[in-house]
T-cell receptor, first 118, second 113 residues
Framework: AQKVTQAQTEISVVEKEDVTLDCVYE???????LFWYKQPPSGELVFLIR??????QNEISGRYSWNFQKSTSSFNFTITASQVVDSAVYFC???????????????FGQGTTLQVKP | EADIYQTPRYLVIGTGKKITLECSQT?????MYWYQQDPGMELHLIHY???????EKGDLSSESTVSRIRTEHFPLTLESARPSHTSQYLC????????????FGQGTRLTVV
């Protein structure tokens, strides 16, 4: 069965601190995709990154970086030098290529609320 | 910036009323989805569509129904709203192909009193 777990419900940091959001997933598919989305107070989900199961290369985009490790089924997200504007709910999600019949549906984790205080 | 729109943004309605939540996208995407977001934040798929005249139920059972008469339009209807339907409803679309990212609307926050 597919499952995504974000064990951290809420994280509170002070501006300029580094913060890591954890994501652990379960799937039987050998081909799958992992995503991170940000949900600001306005409500829409904003796409941050996609990783396919064959690409374990870590990625950095500005202050954001992602660490994908198949051996531990984890896809963690780090924000370096956090800012108040980073305050939001962050979701990790899984999409299977074949197990879901290639519907493209997303299986979401429970979300982590990040609060960055000035 | 995503071109997917949901109306209304907020809706408070009485029990037993029929409601339709609108979702439109201008990106020409074939796949569209409705997710329900609980107060505790987790999102669950309730409906999806591969294209015109295609609709399927998602993982979470829902009393709502959907239609897909035009590529760009994917409305969700509740024939008789109940307080248990109070939730946030998010519409999304993706291009065809595996692992393509989903674009989301801003959501409709529905309250049934």
């Amino acid at each position: 069965a597919q499952k995504v777990t974000q064990a951290q419900t809420e994280i509170s940091v002070v501006e300029k601190e580094d913060v890591t959001l954890d994501c652990v997933y379960e799937t039987r598919d050998t081909t799958y995709y992992l995503f991170w989305y940000k949900q600001p107070p306005s409500g829409e989900l904003v796409f941050l990154i996609r990783r396919n199961s064959f690409d374990e290369q870590n990625e950095i985009s500005g202050r954001y970086s992602w660490n994908f490790q198949k051996s531990t089924s984890s896809f963690n997200f780090t924000i370096t030098a956090s800012q108040v504007v980073d305050s939001a709910v962050y979701f990790c999600a899984l999409s299977e290529a074949y197990g879901s019949g290639n519907t493209g549906k997303l299986i979401f984790g429970q979300g982590t609320t990040l609060q960055v205080k000035p | 910036e995503a071109d997917i729109y949901q109306t209304p943004r907020y809706l408070v309605i009485g029990t037993g009323k029929k409601i339709t939540l609108e979702c439109s996208q201008t990106m020409g995407h074939d796949k569209m989805y409705w997710y329900q977001q609980d107060p505790g934040m987790e999102l669950h798929l309730i409906h999806y569509s591969y294209g015109v005249n295609s609709t399927e139920k998602g993982d979470l059972s829902s009393e709502s129904t959907v239609s897909r008469i035009r590529t760009e339009h994917f409305p969700l209807t509740l024939e008789s709203a109940r307080p248990s339907h109070t939730s946030q409803y998010l519409c999304a679309s993706t291009q065809m192909g595996q692992g393509t990212e989903a674009f989301f609307g801003q959501g409709t926050r529905l309250t049934v009193v």
